[in-house]
């Protein structure tokens, strides 16, 4: 109640002094009051072990080629984070790919899907802990924000020089990466955590995995925003 909520206004205090401390810095930052820290030790054992195999699926078959990985949705890199530092362990020509508009209109356009299946208020997307239904123009800074942590953790990461990120939504990202020709053989669905939304993701970047007689690429994903009952 009033002695948790004062436990969690603090500890969110203490992640912000932190989290700025850190950035000025130019140093890693893991704003837990921006909910970063979600990423839980049997969930990154499961992701790693997908991307192992299909690594080792891509070595059977190809020896100079380059590896292309592409995650949609990338917050403040925590994912990109564990799977790219893997990637580079394991092979020397690759590239990450992270697709993400860090856009407020994003966010609200998945209220608007919440209101179309009529979920609870409590259930929408909050990018702000303490204040869920900020306004757009705060939305806009907080997004603004992450952005600037995303890219800050980035640049201190051992893959960073084999990394492109793609300020776009997905929709307009997939397309570039079509018209480049680009084939990709693993990607990480984390954007738009609506049914929609994951369908879409799912079938453009389907479309450019890589494939041939002996070896196809693999998509994977994260969560979805959907109650039991309507499952």
């Known amino acids: 109640t009033k002695k948790i909520f004062m436990k969690r206004k603090i500890r969110n205090f203490l992640s912000f002094l932190k989290t700025n401390y850190n950035y000025l810095r130019h140093k890693e930052v893991k704003p837990s009051h921006l909910f970063y820290g979600q990423m839980?030790?049997?969930?990154?054992?499961?992701?790693l072990d997908t991307l192992n195999k299909q690594i080792k699926k891509f070595q059977s078959q190809f020896n100079n080629e380059q590896f292309i990985f592409v995650e949609i949705g990338s917050y403040l890199a925590e994912s990109l984070k564990l799977y790219g530092d893997e990637i580079n362990k394991k092979l020397k020509n690759f590239l990450l790919i992270s697709i993400d508009p860090y856009s407020p209109d994003s966010i609200h356009e998945g209220d608007k899907v919440n209101d179309q299946i009529e979920s609870p208020r409590k259930m929408k997307i909050s990018v702000h802990p303490s204040k869920p239904w900020a306004s757009p123009a705060k939305t806009r800074k907080i997004i603004s924000k992450i952005y600037r942590y995303f890219i800050n953790n980035v640049s201190n990461y051992s893959?960073?020089?084999?990394?492109?990120?793609?300020?776009?939504?997905?929709?307009d990202g997939f397309a570039l990466l079509k018209k480049l020709n680009i084939e990709?053989?693993?990607?990480?669905?984390?954007?738009?955590?609506?049914?929609?939304?994951?369908?879409?993701?799912?079938?453009?970047?389907n479309s450019i995995l890589r494939k041939n007689e002996n070896y196809e690429g693999s998509i994977c994903g994260d969560d979805y925003e959907l109650e039991l009952n309507k499952i």
């Open 40 to 47: 839980h030790p049997d969930r990154a054992v499961n992701m």
């Open 159 to 171: 893959f960073r020089h084999n990394h492109v990120h793609i300020r776009m939504k997905s929709d």
């Open 184 to 205: 990709i053989d693993f990607c990480y669905i984390d954007g738009s955590h609506y049914y929609q939304g994951i369908k879409n993701d799912y079938n453009n970047f």
